[in-house]
């Protein structure tokens, strides 16, 4: 009933909307998103830049809210109205929208050659012959640290996992800052800012993840169950009551200046830099001095083509310029902490964005290992990852014990090619 | 009654106009009914016969029974949300329901002041939207900001206060306990209708055989009141288990930490619906929904049949 309600609407809205640009003398390209953030950054930079260099196209930027983007753009490209081009969320929901036909084939693009695989790899089908999304932006994780706290009890940025506990003993010892803002209530706090930032330096970033999918590799084995092990002893490190803290209590205790280390993605660069602390920041430490650093770069947001667009050959020219180093830099500087993917190296003017941009050159990157294919079946990896990241803190369950639970899990239901 | 004569009742039906009104005045209700309510119970019972095989839909049988049922994730799964789902149901049988009793037979002793200001403070919990009140009770509970642990600590009990909500422990019974502050409004409005029930003649005359006080809420009041318990014990059966949003504003989709508050109503949401990564899955979330409909059906038919029409009744 609901449905085809919604697809009667946004039907007529289409039809409307389809006599309006008839009696425009430009095409106008209508893009979809879920970053209603970033509307004013579209309006006032991004899309004047592209204009003022392509006459005769004009581009309206119109976002959804973020929760209700995925059921509302498959609603509407059933219905036929959805907008000539599509922010696309990374893997299987993306890859769903491409294998029923809704997105067009875009390995062709001319830019693409600009993109890495890795960069790709998030709109790529699993043989790796079809790219249907143009990579926009990643996020990097690592931990931000508020330099006055590092000052006051004489800390030193740590470089490997020793010293970064020296650090955490001292700041403790010192009792004025709360050692480190993270709380365990909301989970993905423990899966995404500990497990996958730590991890990657145990299970060797793409090496390890890539093993994990071919089933060479197994959730127990000690790269895997080591992460774990560091998580555990960050319990002691981690404020009053961290069980029940959740994510904006997390980042209010860091940004009113009350914890010293913060594990972080690259997305709270903004929110942070409005607090005004000096703020640093440092990547997943290693575990010997001179080890190869592996940081999680997370494929977060791509463009791809609406196949029933009106537009095809402009929206393509669009997506050319958003392949380009051009819409690369405005891009990045205006929302800092959403890094272009791009190969072409972009000049950002955000210190802190700048910190984490540069791991890039000394450390390997990697995506989220739970994203890629092996979240696809039930239990789903992903949010049993939340569950046990959570328990191994919480002193619920051990290293080990949260291992096994996700291996069986996965086992029940993924079956590599051998 | 008088026996009428057989031509006599016809030539009364006959005079009687068809009375079409009835039918135009239930016609609304029923149909908005229909269509929001029992079509999509219906439909929800079909499609859990159903699910997706080598990418078509198909007819399956009890397979996705089976599935729930017999494939230990599921089933341990499902356990859990039932088990979890029981403890939220007897702490508001054990805490909700006496204290509603006892706040209504305190609100309906004569001569109580400020009795119009309490009941309304008790009851207003339960005009709030289950949003405000998980958020309200997150914040007071928050080891943080929290005011909890500050008036823990006025007293000197500090030591007391743990991150409740955060513990698979405690997770549970603290959530219930929010949710019986919200409804405690319920049974006590309930039971207060029932007290004032009573005729004043039979509160008399059990005061002129010597029984007052305590003896005469055991003796004369509760067992007069008692439909009204049987009514709210299942208003809060079904209540619970189709509990949900409580839950998922205070402890989220996942229902945490490890699963400890997770519920039928939580876990039908995650299957459904899908969570973060995990995607939709109408089939299985039917399933679900076929089974909560049965449990509270069950539940209900226990009561009809097996205690209501054992309550005496007492007629003034």
């Known amino acids: ?418 | 009654m008088t026996d009428l004569a057989p031509e006599q009742g016809e030539q009364a039906s006959r005079r009687r106009p068809r009375r079409w009104h009835i039918l135009v005045f239930l016609a609304p209700a029923v149909v908005i009914y229909t269509a929001v309510m029992i079509l999509p119970l219906f439909e929800t019972l079909r499609q859990s016969l159903f699910n997706v095989v080598d990418g078509e839909r198909a007819f399956v049988g009890f397979a996705n029974f089976a599935t729930l049922f017999g494939d230990p994730r599921w089933a341990s799964d499902f356990w859990n949300a039932l088990g979890n789902n029981f403890v939220f149901f007897l702490i508001h049988m054990a805490v909700q329901n006496p204290i509603g009793i006892a706040l209504a037979a305190l609100l309906s002793l004569p001569g109580l002041r400020f009795a119009a200001f309490y009941r309304t403070a008790f009851f207003l919990p339960t005009l709030l939207s289950f949003v405000i009140v998980g958020f309200i009770w997150k914040l007071i509970l928050s080891p943080i900001w929290g005011v909890a642990p500050w008036l823990l600590d006025l007293v000197g009990m500090k030591s007391l206060f743990a991150p409740w909500l955060g513990k698979p422990g405690s997770a549970l019974i603290a959530v219930s306990l929010v949710s019986v502050w919200q409804f405690i409004g319920i049974p006590m409005m309930l039971i207060y209708a029932a007290l004032l029930n009573i005729p004043e003649e039979v509160i008399e005359a059990a005061e002129i055989d010597g029984i007052t006080g305590w003896g005469q809420f055991f003796k004369i009041k509760l067992p007069l009141v008692l439909p009204a318990i049987g009514i709210i014990s299942i208003l809060t059966f079904v209540g619970n288990f189709n509990a949900f949003d409580l839950v998922y504003t205070m402890q989220g989709a996942l229902a945490g930490p490890d699963r400890a508050t997770d519920i039928l109503g939580t876990f039908l949401y995650r299957t459904f619906f899908g969570f973060q990564l995990q995607l939709g899955d109408p089939s299985m979330g039917a399933t679900i929904a076929t089974i909560m409909f049965l449990i509270i059906l069950i539940g209900v038919c226990i009561y009809l049949f097996g205690i209501q029409r054992r309550i005496r009744r007492y007629q003034f």
């Open chain 1, 1 to 418: 009933m609901y449905r085809t309600t919604l697809q009667g609407v946004l039907l007529a809205s289409s039809i409307l909307a389809g006599v309006g640009s008839a009696m425009a003398a430009d095409v106008t390209l209508n893009i979809e998103s879920w970053r209603n953030d970033d509307l004013q950054i579209w309006q006032e930079q991004i899309i004047p830049a592209f204009e003022a260099k392509h006459p005769g196209i004009k581009v309206t930027f119109s976002p959804s809210a973020p929760t209700e983007y995925n059921a509302a753009l498959n609603a509407k490209l059933d219905a036929g109205s959805a907008g000539d081009l599509v922010a696309c969320r990374p893997f299987d929901t993306s890859l769903q929208l491409f294998e029923k036909g809704k997105l067009e084939d875009l390995t062709g693009l001319e830019g693409m050659k600009n993109f890495s695989e890795v960069a790709k790899s998030a709109w790529t089908t699993d043989d790796g012959a079809k790219t249907f999304c143009v990579p926009m932006a990643s996020v990097i994780h690592g931990f931000i640290y508020n330099k006055e706290a590092f000052e006051k009890v004489g800390a030193e940025v740590p470089k490997t996992v020793d010293q970064f506990f020296a650090v955490l003993d001292k700041l403790k010892e010192d009792g004025t800052y709360i050692p480190m803002a993270m709380g365990t209530k909301d989970m993905w706090e423990a899966a995404t800012m500990g497990y996958q930032n730590i991890g990657p330096t145990y299970w060797k970033g793409e090496e390890g993840r890539k093993a994990l999918i071919a089933g060479t590799e197994k959730l127990t084995d000690e790269p895997w169950v080591e992460p774990y092990r560091v998580l555990a002893k960050w319990k002691p490190y981690l404020g009053d009551g961290f069980e029940a803290q959740t994510y904006p209590d997390s980042q209010n205790l860091f940004t009113l200046g009350r914890a010293a280390i913060y594990p972080a993605g690259s997305w709270e660069i903004a929110l942070f830099n409005t607090a005004g602390l000096k703020l640093g920041a440092f990547p997943p430490p290693v575990v010997k001095d001179g080890d190869t650093c592996y940081i999680s770069d997370h494929n977060d947001i791509a463009m791809g083509l609406n196949a029933a667009s009106a537009h095809k050959e402009e929206a393509k020219v669009f997506l050319e310029w958003v392949a380009s180093p051009e819409f690369a830099s405005i891009y990045a500087n205006a929302l800092p902490g959403f890094f272009s993917l791009n190969s072409t190296a972009v000049d950002m003017s955000d210190p802190l964005a700048k910190e984490f941009v540069s791991w890039r050159e000394t450390c390997k990157p990697t995506i989220r290992s739970t994203y890629q294919i092996l979240s696809r079946g039930t239990p789903n990896l992903e949010n049993e990852t939340w569950t046990e990241s959570a328990n191994v803190i919480n002193g619920t369950d051990t290293p080990e014990a949260a291992a096994k639970k996700l291996q069986d899990g996965l086992d029940s239901w993924y079956k590599p090619a051998k």
